[in-house]
C-alpha cells in the first residue's frame, strides 16, 4: 500500500511537472474557436485598473485611486521636449485633457476607459462597441491595408491578422489631439499602435500594446494589462453620452 | 414660456387616459399611397424566402439605406421641406412621406403639445435657446426611428443578437433576441432599449427606456420619456426592406401613429470614422475659451 501510494504520487509528479513544462512552451489555454476557426474574442470587456487616470505608476489623490501602473518598467521615452510638454499637460489637465471636451478618446485610451465594450466577430472583420461615447471601432482583418493617407481620425485606421490565438491589431491614421490619460500623455499624427489581444481563458484577455510615436518618443515603449470580461446575469452596454458641444459641458449628456 | 410648457404638460398628464390608447383603428376611407398592412406587407418579390443564418434567422445583413425620399427636415410637410431646401442650396429635393397613419401624414398631437410643437417650429429657424435647436444639430443622438431615415447603415447577425451600425455619428444598436426583458424604467437612453425578434421574416423590435431629449425632424417632433416604438423590418426581396416604426407616447400624441421607410440594399463599404463635434471650436469659445 505504503510502496503504491509513493508511486503514485511519483506519477503525479511527473504529470504535474509534464504539464508546467507544456505550459510553459504552448499556451496554457486554446479559446473556443468562431466557424471560422479563429478564437472568439466575443463578449463583454473591461480594464480593471487606473490607467484612465494615469497610465504610470501614482499614488491616490482626490477622485484619483493608487495604481501600479501599465506601462512596461513605467517609464515613457520622451524626446526632452515632449517631456517638458507632457509636464504641462499635466498641470492643465483639468482643461486640456481631450476628455474634458468629450472628444473621441483615441486608441489605445479607449480601451481602458472605465466602462464596458463588447467584441462582436465576424469573418474579415471585429466590430468594438463601446458604452463611452458610443464610440466603435471596425478592426479589418480581411487582409486590406490602412487607406492611403495620412487621414486624421480620432480613433485611427485599425487592421487585424491572427497570430495564433492572438490577435494582432496595426492602427495608424491619428490626429494629434488625443491623450492617453487624464495625466497628459500625449502623442503626435506619428502615432502608430499595435495591439495584441491573447486569450488567458474563458474571461480573461491578456491585452499587450506597443507605442511608437518618432515625433514624441525616443523608441518605441509598451503597456500590457488584462481585460476581463463581464459576467454579470444582465450585463448588457448602456449610454455614456458626454456631451460637449454648445452651452455647456455635460458628462455624460442629461437624459432627462 | 417653459411654464405654460410645464402648466400644460401637467394638464395633459391629468386629462389623458391612458386606457383609451389601443393598436391603430384601420383606415376606413380608402388606404393612401405608400399605406400597407402593417402586419402584411406585400412581397416585392413574390417569390421570395430570405435565406437563412446558420442559426436560423432571416438573413437580413448588410448595408442598407432609406430610399423614400425622407430629408429629416421635415417627415409631416415634405413641401416646407422642399421649399427650405430650394431656398439654401438652389435644389428642389424630393419629398417623402413617411407617415402612413393617420392618413393626412401628420403626427397626431395632443391639443397642448400641437401648441408646443407649432412654437418649436417657428424657433427652429432662429432659435431664442438652444433647447429650442434640434438635438441632432446640437450633437446629440438621433433616437429611433429617426437614426433609420438619416443615412447609410450595417446591418450584421450573430446567434441571438442583431447589430446595426450606422455610419452617422457612429451609432450602434445591439438587439438581443432572446426576449429579455428592457432594463428598469429607470435607465433613459438616447438610443433606446431594444429587445427584437422574428415573426417569419420580419424582424420587430420593442424600443423602450426613450428619453425626452429626441426629435422626429428638425423643425420639432418631439415627444416625452413616454415614448414606445415597435419597429418591422419586413424582408419582401432580397435587397428591399419595409421597414415600419408604430409610435406611441400617451403623454404628447392622441393616438399612435406608424411611418415607414423602404430600405434598398446598398453595396458594403468600410465604415469610415463619423465624429460630430470633435475638432468643432464651439465648445472653446461657448465656454469662455480654455486655451
Not at chain 1, 198 to 225: C, G, N, Q
Not at chain 1, 237 to 249: H, K, N, P, T, V
Request: charged share 25%; aromatic share 10%; proline share 8%.
Amino acid at each position: 500500500m505504503r510502496i503504491r501510494l509513493r508511486d503514485s504520487l511519483v506519477s503525479m509528479l511527473v504529470v504535474v511537472a509534464g504539464l508546467s513544462v507544456a505550459a510553459a512552451q504552448a499556451p496554457a489555454y486554446r479559446a473556443p474557436r468562431t466557424a471560422d476557426g479563429k478564437p472568439d474574442l466575443s463578449g463583454i470587456w473591461q480594464a480593471m485598473n487606473t490607467a484612465s487616470f494615469d497610465i504610470q505608476a501614482h499614488s491616490a489623490s482626490k477622485d484619483v485611486p493608487a495604481g501600479v501602473g501599465v506601462v512596461e518598467g513605467n517609464d515613457i521615452p520622451y524626446q526632452p521636449s515632449a517631456l517638458a510638454k507632457k509636464r504641462e499637460n499635466f498641470a492643465k489637465r483639468a482643461t486640456l485633457d481631450p476628455e474634458t471636451k468629450c472628444y473621441l478618446p483615441g486608441v489605445p485610451r479607449i480601451m481602458y476607459m472605465p466602462h464596458p465594450f463588447q467584441i462582436f466577430q465576424k469573418p474579415g472583420q471585429i466590430t468594438m462597441l463601446f458604452e463611452y461615447v458610443h464610440a466603435t471601432r471596425f478592426i479589418y482583418t480581411n487582409g486590406t491595408k490602412h487607406p492611403e493617407g495620412h487621414i486624421d481620425w480620432w480613433m485611427g485606421d485599425s487592421r487585424g491578422r491572427w497570430e495564433g490565438d492572438t490577435l494582432v491589431v496595426d492602427v495608424v491614421d491619428f490626429n494629434e489631439d488625443t491623450w492617453f490619460d487624464r495625466a497628459g500623455n500625449y502623442h503626435s499624427d506619428e502615432l502608430h499602435v499595435v495591439e495584441r489581444f491573447t486569450p488567458l481563458d474563458a474571461d480573461h484577455i491578456t491585452y499587450d500594446v506597443t507605442v511608437e510615436d518618432a515625433k514624441v518618443f525616443s523608441r518605441p515603449w509598451r503597456m500590457s494589462m488584462v481585460l476581463y470580461r463581464n459576467r454579470d446575469k444582465n450585463a448588457q452596454l448602456l449610454e455614456y453620452d458626454c456631451y460637449g458641444f454648445d452651452e455647456a459641458f455635460h458628462a455624460p449628456a442629461q437624459s432627462q | 414660456m417653459a411654464k405654460l410648457f410645464l402648466g400644460l404638460l401637467t394638464i395633459a398628464l391629468l386629462v389623458v387616459d391612458v386606457s383609451a390608447q389601443g393598436p391603430p383603428p384601420p383606415p376606413k376611407a380608402a388606404p393612401p399611397p405608400g399605406w400597407i398592412d402593417p402586419r402584411n406587407p406585400p412581397k416585392e418579390d413574390p417569390s421570395f424566402k430570405a435565406p437563412r443564418t446558420p442559426d436560423g434567422q432571416p438573413r437580413i445583413e448588410g448595408e442598407w439605406a432609406q430610399a423614400s425620399d425622407i430629408i429629416t427636415y421635415s417627415i409631416e410637410d415634405p413641401e416646407l421641406e422642399r421649399a427650405e431646401h430650394t431656398a439654401i442650396s438652389g435644389q428642389r429635393p424630393m419629398v417623402g412621406r413617411p407617415i402612413i397613419d393617420p392618413i393626412d401624414g401628420k403626427i397626431p398631437y395632443l391639443p397642448w403639445a400641437m401648441k408646443y410643437a407649432a412654437f418649436l417650429h417657428e424657433e427652429h429657424r432662429k432659435p431664442s435657446a438652444l433647447k429650442y435647436l434640434d438635438p441632432v444639430s446640437r450633437g446629440f443622438q438621433e433616437g429611433v426611428p429617426r437614426i433609420n431615415y438619416q443615412g447609410t447603415f450595417q446591418i450584421q447577425q450573430f446567434p441571438g443578437t442583431v447589430l446595426f451600425t450606422y455610419d452617422y455619428h457612429h451609432t450602434y444598436r445591439v438587439i438581443p433576441l432572446d426576449n429579455r426583458p428592457h432594463v428598469n424604467q429607470n435607465v433613459k437612453l438616447w438610443m433606446g432599449n431594444s429587445r427584437g425578434h422574428w415573426e417569419g421574416d420580419t424582424l420587430v423590435v420593442d424600443v423602450a427606456n426613450n428619453n425626452d431629449q429626441t426629435w422626429l425632424q428638425i423643425v420639432g417632433g418631439f415627444h416625452s420619456d413616454a415614448f414606445h416604438v415597435v419597429e418591422r423590418w419586413t424582408l419582401t426581396s432580397a435587397d428591399h426592406i419595409v421597414y415600419l416604426a408604430t409610435v406611441d407616447d400617451a403623454k404628447v400624441y392622441s393616438r399612435p401613429w406608424t411611418l415607414r421607410v423602404d430600405m434598398r440594399r446598398q453595396k458594403v463599404e468600410e465604415q469610415w470614422e463619423s465624429a460630430i463635434w470633435e475638432g468643432n471650436k464651439t465648445p472653446e469659445i461657448v465656454a469662455g475659451g480654455d486655451k
